[in-house]
């Protein structure tokens, strides 16, 4: 199949391009940017006038579901959701039932979202065994199986004894660790920010030092053993100084924050709307604004969606009964391009932190459109805008505090290995 | 974003918390029970307000006391009422507080009285219920006690007319305290200008001088020549812990003695929302001395109640 993108304006964060290129593909891979290879004739031309061909998405979290709640998700509904929302790589966090700490589910795993032939499929491995926090996982076992790197996804961190042994132990063999910063014993019956919301609707808070706490003994684990962590999920001001001033110290660590924090803060929580129960919590305006600076700083690498479909009697409940998350992979672009306009942030910038600096987080060579590449393409329209019902979104959670908003930017092609996936042209 | 407890017209068609309430409705509310008082007084208690409406005590939380005065306040109103006592192990054996509301509604429940140890439970039944059925929160969680705010914005009201010129205190477990934050809200918006709340740091949310009070940990500043004295009861389990070391050392430094209560104006109120602890919130001697109107407040509360459940019913007096 030779494809050929005609007439788009090809953003590639990567190599820095923002101009009008036409792209040829070729048996999966760009065989041509800007003018065809010597005897290119294509199978299938897409006009891509008046959008951008941008890389595919790489989003750092995203849970399916599978396996164990597959009545809140399938691998085939959420796979579905990410190629229609642009994303063709993403994380997904080892909190399945079973979680994702023995081999054979990872290699399931992998198997069937490669028959499905959609998005490409990147495993966390538990970082400890059933994610429990007391024994290490096989890692290595793990890492052949395909896992990237290991992690507790929103599991407390094991106490710092484990927690020392499990980064020195991923050091030794090279393994980066994924780690959600927050103290377990500071966060205990907590489902929002500690702050004036919280008191006044008399909901439990979880302190912003939870988060900084958590951070600085990870930070002074790492200054030890020279692990590369990732933080996921900041969601404070002075979590993100701390990862700016360890970056500059030259630690080995990278973040990421959820585009929901990147653009809502707990006032938004209204009159106890279970949509607006996140983990980590909402916080503050402030808080919110720092996570934006440190975006827009490099700081933050990336930005994630961390989906995570929650089926609707799971939310019909009081607030802190209400089960956390929101869905979010056919929104990591909208939301992305809504704070890039909001923040004045240019489109080469702002789509770097969904492809080139994710992917450069994961280590995976893809994230751009360099000659050679596998082509994984998300074609846009940012001029249009989408509506967020129920009924638009494909995931089969509806869970998201964006219902009802009209978000820039859809998505009209997503090709992943040079196949087109998705494609929803203007009728 | 509309208040969830007013109408299109402004009209209060639920009773979920006192934050944001105009203050016209509060004062409607208070001056109704006023009127409602006599009726508590006469030989023959009842006004036919409510005939023919059902109300259900929802209970999720146990509750004597405030269920009880509900009831009476609905029965005095001429309400059929049913009360239920809904343990957590039907809602562990599957039902949702919403099924279990639904369940209710079929049988025609006009208005429901609800607690819930969920703060925000009231709100999203509010949100579910068929717009003719109205929902009053009778305790919910951390968040709101609109009626015993109510009762008490009575009480102060009662002894003290004008709003406007007063010095009240808080005292004890504003953490944990549902009472407080309605309290809080009920005469911020009535204008009183002068309210403390007085603990420990460990007992005190964080922020809470947002809602526009005072922070006081010293008991004895925080009580000079205040007006009103609402003491918290401190629940047993916050007794000790990481909250608190021990009820008597609690009781040295925020329990309220004839000796503190000197500090306060000479006419100076006292006022408990119940059930008491003698000896770690309130001396003996002040709980039932010449200042307390611990017992006024309970009258007062079914009066309150009946004026709340009228005004939802549309059948205001």
């Given amino acids: 199949m030779k494809i050929h993108i005609k007439g788009g304006r090809l953003v590639d964060p990567r190599h820095g391009l923002d101009a009008p290129r036409d792209l040829f593909i070729a048996a999966g891979r760009i065989v041509g940017i800007g003018a065809a290879p010597d005897g290119f004739s294509a199978n299938r031309v897409i006009d891509a006038r008046g959008l951008v061909v941008a890389p595919g998405i790489v ?91 290991f992690s507790q996804a929103n599991a407390p961190l094991p106490g710092t004894e484990v927690l020392w042994r499990a980064l020195q132990y991923a050091a030794t063999f090279g393994y980066g660790v994924w780690l959600q910063p927050q103290d377990p014993s500071l966060a205990r019956g907590g489902v929002a920010h500690d ?10 808070g979880i302190p912003s030092f939870a988060e900084t706490i958590a951070l600085a003994t990870v930070l002074s684990l790492v200054r030890i053993t020279g692990t590369r962590v990732h933080f996921c999920r900041l969601s404070t001001a002075e979590g993100v100084a701390m990862v700016r001033a360890a970056k500059r110290e030259g630690l080995p660590v990278s973040a990421d ?22 983990v980590p919590p909402l916080r503050s305006i402030r808080d919110r604004d720092a996570l934006r600076a440190g975006l827009a700083d490099g700081t933050i690498d990336a930005i994630c969606s961390d989906h995570t479909p ?29 704070w890039a306009a909001d923040a004045k942030v240019s489109l080469v910038d702002a789509l770097a932190r969904i492809t080139s600096d994710p992917a450069r987080v994961l280590r995976i060579g893809t994230g751009h459109l360099g000659a050679g590449q596998v082509a994984d393409v998300c074609v846009f329209d940012p001029a249009a805008h989408v509506r967020v019902t ?20 859809a998505v009209r092609y997503t090709l992943v290995a040079g196949h087109v996936v998705h494609e929803a042209p203007l009728a | 974003m509309r208040n969830p407890q007013l109408n299109a017209k402004g009209e209060l068609r639920h009773l979920l918390t006192i934050e944001g309430l105009p203050r016209e ?34 209970f999720f939380e146990p509750s004597t006391r405030t269920r009880t005065t509900f009831e009476i306040a609905a029965k005095r109103l001429s309400a059929d009422v049913v009360n239920l006592a809904i343990s957590t192990s039907s809602q562990t054996k599957g039902e949702t507080l919403l099924d279990t509301v639904d369940n209710l509604s079929a049988m025609h429940a006009d208005m429901f009285v609800v607690r819930h140890a969920s703060s925000g439970a009231p709100f999203l039944i509010a949100g579910h219920v068929k717009p003719h059925v109205h929902v009053v929160n009778a ?32 005292v004890g477990d504003i953490l944990h305290s ?65 909250l608190l070391p021990s009820a008597g050392e609690f009781f040295k430094a925020y329990g309220l003695t004839p000796e503190k209560l000197a500090l306060a104006k000479p006419d100076a109120i006292v006022m408990h929302p119940g059930p008491m602890n003698r000896g770690v919130e309130i001396d003996s001697s002040v709980a039932d001395g010449a200042q307390a109107v611990i017992l006024p407040q309970v009258t007062f509360g079914i009066a309150v109640r009946m004026a709340v459940m009228s005004i939802l019913a549309g059948a205001s007096a």
């Avoid at chain 1, 990147?262 to 949509?275: N, P, T």
């Avoid at chain 1, 129920?390 to 930017?409: A, C, D, H, V």
């Avoid at chain 2, 508590?40 to 208690?45: N, Q």
């Fill in chain 2, 178 to 242: 549902r009472v407080a934050r309605s309290l809080i809200h009920a005469l911020t918006t009535l204008g009183t200008p002068d309210v403390r709340v007085i603990g420990p740091q460990t007992l005190l949310p964080t922020g809470v001088e947002r809602l526009g009070v005072s922070v006081h940990h010293d008991m004895a500043a925080g009580l000079r020549d205040v007006d009103v004295i609402v003491m918290l009861r401190l629940q047993n389990e916050r007794m000790r812990g990481p």
């Fill in chain 2, 25 to 58: 409705i509060l004062l409607q509310i208070l001056d109704t029970a006023k009127s409602f008082l006599g009726v508590t007084e006469r030989e023959v208690k009842k006004v036919p307000l409510l005939r023919g409406k059902s109300v259900f005590n929802l």
């Fill in chain 1, 310 to 338: 929650v089926d609707e009697d799971a939310k019909l409940l009081p607030f802190a009964e209400s089960e956390p998350g929101a869905v979010g992979l056919e929104l990591l672009l909208p939301l992305t391009l809504k």
């Fill in chain 1, 59 to 149: 989003d750092l979290a995203a849970r399916l579901r599978e396996p164990g709640f597959e009545h809140k998700a399938t691998l085939e509904s959420e796979m579905r959701a990410a190629v229609a929302g642009g994303v063709t790589t993403l994380v997904v966090p080892p909190d399945t039932d079973p979680p994702l700490d023995e081999p054979g589910l990872v290699e399931m795993l992998k198997h069937r979202a490669k028959s499905l032939n959609l998005a490409h499929l990147h495993p966390l491995g538990a970082l400890t065994a059933r994610m429990e926090g007391e024994r290490l996982a096989e890692l290595a076992e793990l890492r052949d199986a395909g896992c990237v790197a």
């Fill in chain 2, 139 to 170: 305790g919910d969680g951390r968040h709101a006690h609109p009626t015993q705010g109510l009762l008490d914005a009575y009480t102060i009201r009662h002894y003290k007319q004008d709003f406007t010129r007063l010095s009240v205190a808080i």
């Fill in chain 1, 390 to 409: 129920p009924e638009w979104l494909r995931s089969q959670g509806k869970n998201t505090p964006f219902l009802g908003y009209e978000l820039p930017g």
């Fill in chain 1, 257 to 278: 924050v959820a585009a929901n924090h990147v653009h809502l803060s707990d006032i938004d929580i209204g009159w106890f709307d279970a949509h607006f129960h996140l």
């Fill in chain 1, 195 to 204: 702050g004036e919301v919280a008191t006044r609707l008399g909901l439990g």
